[in-house]
T-cell receptor, first 115, second 116 residues
């Protein structure tokens, strides 16, 4: 079975500062990893995904994440935070195989951006 | 209309009411899901349907009854709910085949349920 751990339920950064949201995973087979974002009163939207191709993955809105197998990590970064980045971010893991895919989600990290 | 659409967006019901949540996807996917999102809890997978067949039921109480008449529509029938069932209910869809997708879910905007 796979799992993810998101360090920090709440992160605050100043506008223009680096955003770093941490995610560590556990999986007995090569994983697929995802970051989703959820704005207030909205569903989850895919930010980016890692599916065993390039280890540095670029997503929407200037976000990127790097898959590090040795550290079992998939941290999300953005060089310069914008007010519109304030949202909740979820890391998720799954593995490929026959049948339906089931993502295992982390508990989420709420990002606040201070003007 | 594209994506995953959920209705209603907001629902208030009494503990003795019967109501339904509806989800429709226009992405050509063949798997559909119900998730429950409560405050301060991780997303909880409730049900999974593959090609209209239910393949997962994560110990969900019988007061929640899913229905999947075809691969584009998913319902969640609600009856005699409890106040602790108040939550955001999210529908999602995905491809099944590894060749057609890489496992990501596409979510609707959710139905905010309040049980009085």
């Amino acid at each position: 079975a796979q799992s993810v751990t998101q360090l920090g339920s709440h992160v605050s950064v100043s506008e223009g500062a680096l955003v770093l949201l941490r995610c560590n995973y556990s999986s007995s087979v090569p994983p697929y990893l995802f970051w989703y974002v959820q704005y207030p009163n909205q569903g989850l939207q895919l930010l980016l995904k890692y599916t065993s191709a390039a280890t540095l993955v670029k997503g929407i809105n200037g976000f990127e994440a790097e898959f590090k197998k040795s550290e079992t990590s998939f941290h999300l970064t953005k060089p310069s935070a914008h007010m519109s980045d304030a949202a909740e971010y979820f890391c998720a893991v799954t593995v490929s195989g026959a049948g339906s895919y089931q993502l295992t989600f982390g508990k989420g990290t709420k990002l606040s951006v201070i003007p | 209309e594209t994506g995953v659409t959920q209705t209603p967006r907001h629902l208030v019901m009494g503990m003795t009411n019967k109501k339904s949540l509806k989800c429709e996807q226009h992405l050509g996917h063949n798997a559909m899901y119900w998730y429950k999102q409560s405050a301060k809890k991780p997303l909880e997978l409730m049900f999974v349907y593959n090609f209209k067949e239910q393949t997962e039921n994560n110990s969900v109480p019988s007061r929640f009854s899913p229905e999947c008449p075809n691969s584009s529509h998913l319902f969640l029938h609600l009856h005699t709910l409890q106040p602790e069932d108040s939550a955001l209910y999210l529908c999602a869809s995905s491809h099944l085949s590894p060749l057609a997708g890489t496992g990501e879910l596409f979510f609707g905007e959710g139905s905010r349920l309040t049980v009085l």
